[in-house]
Nanobody
Framework: VQLQASGGGLVQTGGSLTLSCAASGDMWSYYIMAWHRQAPGPSREPVASVTRSGETMYADSVKGRFTISRDNAKNTMSLQMNNLNPDDSAVYYC????????WGQGTLVTVSS
């Protein structure tokens, strides 16, 4: 299984970015797909998740600003991020679970003040 994240970059406070994750294999087999992020430091925190039936969950810090979606037919997952602030700066990782955990490489998001 390969997960390829893209879409990170530098944006000003209040700006928007869309992250994409291209997945190999049968997307339908991934019960859960998610985005996690890691700012400098040891902890990686969950940001948003979506089940294969489309149920979503968000971290309190991003509710109302981020939208996660997945397209099982196109083998992609996206994270639309609006009204970004410097606290959102981190490396963002895509994640998939089908009984085994899979991680993609990260994509860096930097929000300038």
């Amino acid at each position: 299984v390969q997960l390829q994240a893209s879409g990170g970059g530098l944006v000003q406070t209040g700006g928007s970015l869309t992250l994409s994750c291209a997945a190999s294999g049968d997307m339908w087999s991934y019960y859960i797909m998610a985005w996690h992020r890691q700012a400098p430091g040891p902890s990686r925190e969950p940001v948003a998740s979506v089940t294969r039936s489309g149920e979503t969950m968000y971290a309190d810090s991003v509710k109302g600003r981020f939208t996660i979606s997945r397209d099982n037919a196109k083998n992609t997952m996206s994270l639309q991020m609006n009204n970004l602030n410097p606290d959102d700066s981190a490396v963002y990782y895509c994640y998939a679970y089908d009984g085994t955990k899979y991680w993609g490489q990260g994509t860096l998001v930097t929000v300038s003040s």
